[in-house]
């Protein structure tokens, strides 16, 4: 099946410093990629949606400013959280789509725990 | 808006024991749902889908049925094992050409020897 990897798996950072993670499709074009956030005990919420080449589409809510994406090429999108503080520690989700294999299958990656101190 | 509501866990179940978890579903138009799992330290996995009333998704032993007559997707098992522990998420992408899931907040399943 299709995997995609995220990186790094958790990190530990100072308030005001920026955070980037790295969402990569190892064996698909990801034609398109979407980021998620999950607090605890709580459902995944859709943070925006990237598809390769264009800007990223953010749901109402999320600061486009602070979390940066970008989606340069078929296999990677990054997420940058930008001048971090306490309230961004979360655990953040990519998943990646392919237009080719049919829209309804998502392949997720495994996370990264952010901790902001 | 479009949502998602599971029943709350978590739930603890023997081995062998008969699992349901409910979902049921608030969409615009015919939704395509889903069920995804997540074992411990690994990604979300789809488990299952279906895309039309009356479909039944199955996969592993687990089953659920698009109801849209109460707009619910149960998730079943007959037998559950220990190694079906982890977070069950039911999901919804509704038609119209987004891709976007919506999804309910996750039940963890544990499941004794």
């Known amino acids: 099946g299709a995997v995609v990897s995220q990186h790094p798996s958790r990190v530990i950072c100072k308030s005001g410093t920026s955070v980037k993670i790295e969402c990569r499709s190892l064996d698909f074009q990801a034609t398109t990629m979407f980021w998620y956030r999950q607090f605890p005990k709580q459902s995944l919420m859709l943070m925006a949606t990237s598809n390769e080449g264009s800007k990223a589409t953010y749901e109402q809510g999320v600061e486009k400013d602070k979390f940066l994406i970008n989606h340069a090429s078929l296999t990677l999108s990054t997420l940058t959280v930008t001048s971090a503080h306490p309230e961004d520690s979360s655990f953040y989700i990519c998943?990646?789509?392919?237009?080719?294999?049919?829209?309804?299958?998502?392949?997720f990656g495994p996370g990264t725990r952010l901790t902001v101190l | 808006g479009d949502s998602v509501t599971q029943m709350e866990g978590p739930v603890t179940l023997s081995e062998e024991a008969f699992l349901t978890i409910n979902c049921t579903y608030t969409a615009t138009g015919y939704p395509s749902l889903f069920w995804y799992v997540q074992y411990p330290g690994e990604g979300l996995q789809l488990l299952l889908k279906a895309t039309k009333a009356d479909d039944k998704g199955s996969n592993k032993g687990f089953e659920a049925t698009y109801r849209k007559e109460t707009t619910s997707f149960h998730l079943e098992k007959g037998s559950v094992q220990v190694s079906d522990s982890a977070v069950y998420f039911c999901a919804l992408k509704t038609q119209g050409g987004s891709e976007k899931l919506v999804f309910g907040k996750g039940t963890k399943l544990t499941v004794n020897p």
């Open positions: 998943s990646a789509g392919n237009r080719g294999v049919g829209t309804d299958t998502q392949y």
